[in-house]
Structures are given as structure tokens and as C-alpha cells.
């Protein structure tokens, strides 16, 4: 009787230690978020800024290029608009248009300077009433099948 009872605690015995394995331990991956620290933060905008000529396109981009902050200036002649990327810890979209305004040119949020218009070449005159963010398309102005 005694090794019965013995054989029966070993088989129990065996049985607790077995169930105790089926416990398992799923290691969790640990997520690890790597934080991009960004040395800079810069932004990209674009809008509507008035302007006929190679001439005005220096002229405009040499406005925004002095403005602390900028990297890149970009206005497009057909399109009356301009690209500017910025490092927006240093200078905001306002600061950029009052530039170009103080140096004649319209934009979509504010009047050139007259002042500064005034003295802006005669090709550059552009006019108040030119349309800003253009398709880039020829548009009616352009009669180049026009015969004289
Ligand atoms: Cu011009």
C-alpha cells in the first residue's frame, strides 16, 4: 500500500510541476520610439505674389532671401506665386510677405509699398489687378497667333 501511495504523490507531484511549465512567459517587445529631434523646423509655403520679369523675380527673392530664417526663395513668373522654405523657429509666413511687400511687391495678404513700387523699374510696374496663383497655362492675354 505504501508504494501505492508513493507512486501516486510522484504522478501528482509530476502533474503540479508540468502544469506550473504550461505557464509561460511572453517577453513583450519593447517598443522603442525613437524621437526624430529635429535641429530645425522648417516650413514650406507658397502664394500669390504680383511681378512681370526676371528682374522682379530677383527683386522678390532678394526680399525673402534677407529675411532671417530662409533657406529657399523660388517665384514663379507665370504662375505669380512664390515657394519659400523656412526655418520656422526663426521667422513666420508674415514676416516673408511684409519683405516682399516692403519691396513693392503685392501678395496675396499684403500691399506692396508704393513707395518702393514707385522706384521699381518701368518693366516691373506690375499691375494691381493681376491675377496671383496662376495655372502657369498661356492665358488670354497671350494672342501669339495673332497676324498683323
Ligand atoms: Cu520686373
Known amino acids: 500500500m505504501k508504494k501505492v501511495i508513493l507512486s501516486v504523490a510522484v504522478v501528482m ?3 503540479l510541476t508540468s502544469c506550473k511549465n504550461e505557464t509561460k512567459q511572453e517577453k513583450e517587445s519593447t517598443e522603442t520610439k525613437t524621437e526624430v529631434s529635429k535641429d530645425m523646423a522648417m516650413a514650406d509655403i507658397s502664394f500669390g505674389v504680383r511681378g512681370n520679369c526676371g528682374m522682379c523675380k530677383k527683386t522678390i527673392e532678394k526680399a525673402v532671401n534677407k529675411v532671417e530664417g530662409v533657406a529657399s526663395a523660388n517665384w514663379d513668373v507665370d504662375k505669380k506665386k512664390i515657394d519659400v522654405s523656412f526655418d520656422d523657429s526663426k521667422t513666420d509666413e508674415m514676416a516673408i510677405h511684409n519683405a516682399i511687400a516692403a519691396s513693392g511687391y503685392d501678395t496675396e495678404k499684403v500691399a506692396g509699398s508704393e513707395e518702393a513700387y514707385s522706384n521699381l523699374p518701368g518693366c516691373c510696374k ?5 491675377v496671383m496663383n496662376q495655372s502657369g497655362d498661356k492665358n488670354e492675354e497671350d494672342h501669339s497667333d495673332n497676324d498683323h
Not at 506690375?126 to 493681376?130: K, P, S, T
Open 13 to 15: 507531484a509530476i502533474g
Open 126 to 130: 506690375y499691375e494691381h489687378d493681376m
